[in-house]
T-cell receptor, first 113, second 113 residues
Framework: DAMVIQNPRYQVTQFGKPVTLSCSQTLNHNVMYWYQQKSSQAPKLLFHYYDKDFNNEADTPDNFQSRRPNTSFCFLDIRSPGLGDAAMYLC????????????FGEGSRLTVL | AQSVTQPDIHITVSEGASLELRCNYSYGATPYLFWYVQSPGQGLQLLLKYFSGDTLVQGIKGFEAEFKRSQSSFNLRKPSVHWSDAAEYFCAVAAGNNRKLIWGLGTSLAVNP
């Protein structure tokens, strides 16, 4: 089945140690999103790619970076994780239909020690 | 400004009882509306969506929602709740030309046996 796959599902890192989360999709969608979701909160958009065009949210810290080497893959890099960055990170995709429907991966749970 | 309000933070129902989760939105144009469900530790799954046409939309898992323009509402309903429906439910509206999702804060549903 076509889907959005995130790896790893669980990531434990130490304070300040860089971490990379990955997302791959077989839907051939041109838009890919990274969300941060903390416990009992709604997802918070960090940035998205429209094709190769990177769009950063104004309040996304510089500590968060992203790469999209091709249509299928997108990476979230957290350069120096702090305790406040512990969260679920969700990748989502959207096709060209423009209706706004997102397809989500299962998420990557980040723990910072 | 666009916004989505889910007035109920937490709801508890008995298994087999009916359910209605409320969602109100503020958006100037015709909205694209969504309900997503999130089980603990999982990503978000689309339950149903409204773009146009029939204001009563059917979704997966026996859920339905009714769009009421006059009330700016898109309430989610299910006639008989199952224990497996216990989850977090998010209402969202797609806004702007880029169809960015504006999320409600979510409603946590608990189901008593």
């Amino acid at each position: 089945d076509a889907m959005v796959i995130q790896n790893p599902r669980y990531q434990v890192t130490q304070f300040g140690k860089p971490v990379t989360l990955s997302c791959s999709q077989t839907l051939n969608h041109n838009v890919m999103y990274w969300y941060q979701q903390k416990s009992s909160q709604a997802p918070k958009l960090l940035f998205h790619y429209y094709d190769k065009d990177f769009n950063n949210e104004a309040d996304t810290p510089d500590n968060f970076q992203s790469r999209r080497p091709n249509t299928s893959f997108c990476f979230l890099d957290i350069r120096s994780p702090g305790l406040g960055d512990a969260a679920m990170y969700l990748c989502a995709t959207r096709g060209r239909s423009g209706t706004g429907e997102l397809f989500f991966g299962e998420g990557s749970r980040l723990t910072v020690l | 400004a666009q916004s989505v309000t889910q007035p109920d933070i937490h709801i508890t129902v008995s298994e087999g009882a009916s359910l209605e989760l409320r969602c109100n939105y503020s958006y100037g144009a015709t909205p694209y509306l969504f309900w997503y469900v999130q089980s603990p530790g999982q990503g978000l799954q689309l339950l149903l969506k409204y773009f146009s046409g029939d204001t009563l939309v059917q979704g997966i898992k026996g859920f339905e929602a009714e769009f009421k323009r006059s009330q700016s509402s898109f309430n989610l309903r299910k006639p008989s709740v199952h224990w497996s429906d216990a989850a977090e439910y998010f209402c969202a509206v797609a806004a702007g030309n880029n169809r960015k999702l504006i999320w409600g804060l979510g409603t946590s549903l608990a189901v008593n046996p």
